[in-house]
């Protein structure tokens, strides 16, 4: 019923920036929950960043204060502005979204590659 697809992934240098987006399509009311997870080579995926509805927002530990997170709630877009970035931010980058209901979406998946 909902599809969602991302977009921005590339190469970044250590301390430059990069903007994800992540557009959802299809059959739905609204989603309660966008948020980014990333999984890098050899670890478990791990939430970046989340937004509700309502606007209330929660960051990993390790991205606050260099990622934000922003969600158009007209344009159905969820987008993952990444500032100052690090090489231990090298992973595949995934949007998720769920409606409150039960249901859950992800997306395929953008690789984001930081060198040093």
């Known amino acids: 019923q909902v599809q969602l697809e991302e977009s921005g992934g590339g190469l970044a240098q250590s301390g430059g920036s990069l903007s994800l987006s992540c557009a959802a399509s299809?059959?739905?009311?609204?989603?309660?929950?966008m948020a980014w997870h990333r999984q890098a080579p050899g670890k478990q995926r791990e939430l970046v960043a989340s937004q509700l509805i309502g606007s209330t927002t929660d960051y990993a530990d390790s991205v606050k204060g260099r990622f934000t997170i922003f969600r158009d709630n007209i344009k159905k877009t969820v987008s993952l502005q990444m500032n100052s970035l690090k090489p231990e931010d090298t992973a595949v980058y995934y949007c998720y979204a769920n409606d409150g209901k039960g249901n859950e979406y992800w997306g395929q998946g953008t690789q984001v590659t930081v060198s040093s």
């Open positions: 299809g059959r739905f009311r609204n989603l309660w929950k």
